[in-house]
Antibody, heavy 121, light 106 residues
Framework: EVPLLESGGDLVQPGGSLRLSCEASGFAFDDYTMAWVRQAPGRGLEWISAVYSGSVSPYYADSVKGRFIISRDDSKNLLHLQMNNVRAEDTAVYYC??????????????WGRGTLVTVSP | DIQMTQSPSALSASVGDTVTITCRASQRISQWLAWYQQKPGKAPKLLIYKASTLEIGVPSRFSGSGSGTEFTLTIDTLQPDDFATYYCQQYNTLYTFGQGTKLEIK
């Protein structure tokens, strides 16, 4: 059983939209912070968004603020990332990650395998 | 925003060596620091949290230390499986990763 499984990665044109999903299993999804972390080709890890248990106050990195929206459906154990007005620099593998606590920033103890988003004309 | 700076960016070592990677925070983060290992094409794997607490299942040759703004990851007696890229991450205020340290076989 894979605890976190991302989907939705695709080739998208600049200015377009894409919705990523992460299906969680094997743990009490609604009890934990969930996040998205991305990695551009050949580059390091970049945290981009997190949502605490209870969907209170989602957080975003400046690089995606105003363009991306994180949401969670606790009834379906799903985490989403709505990506709008995408840019070439959004090209990356997007990882879903589980925080080790319900609220406040905490380290990520479980990671998905990632889904590739390519932004190109 | 808190910036994290790792050094060195790359490191060459041999099996059996002991290596140390340093991570510096731009402001004090107490002990709210984690270390991850990532191999090519794979997701990161948590090694250490709260600066020095080893994640369950991680070999004891990995150790972490530090608090405030300066932290280290030490790998004793390098094994072939340890050659990978290592990242530090602060979680004192949201999240920031260091730029990574690529550990290569000499």
């Amino acid at each position: 059983e894979v605890p976190l499984l991302e989907s939705g990665g695709d080739l998208v044109q600049p200015g377009g939209s894409l919705r990523l999903s992460c299906e969680a299993s094997g743990f009490a999804f609604d009890d934990y912070t969930m996040a998205w972390v991305r990695q551009a080709p050949g580059r390091g890890l970049e945290w981009i968004s997190a949502v605490y248990s209870g969907s209170v106050s989602p957080y975003y990195a400046d690089s995606v603020k105003g363009r991306f929206i994180i949401s969670r459906d606790d009834s379906k154990n799903l985490l989403h990332l709505q990506m709008n007005n995408v840019r070439a620099e959004d090209t990356a593998v997007y990882y879903c990650a589980k925080g080790a606590a319900a609220t406040t920033s905490w380290y990520f103890d479980v990671w998905g395998r990632g889904t590739l988003v390519t932004v190109s004309p | 925003d808190i910036q994290m700076t790792q050094s060195p960016s790359a490191l060459s070592a041999s099996v059996g060596d002991t290596v140390t990677i340093t991570c510096r925070a731009s402001q004090r983060i107490s002990q709210w620091l984690a270390w991850y290992q990532q191999k090519p094409g794979k997701a990161p794997k948590l090694l250490i949290y709260k600066a020095s607490t080893l994640e369950i299942g991680v070999p004891s040759r990995f150790s972490g230390s530090g608090s405030g703004t300066e932290f280290t990851l030490t790998i004793d007696t390098l094994q072939p499986d340890d050659f990978a890229t290592y990242y530090c991450q602060q979680y004192n205020t949201l999240y920031t990763f260091g730029q990574g340290t690529k550990l290569e076989i000499k």
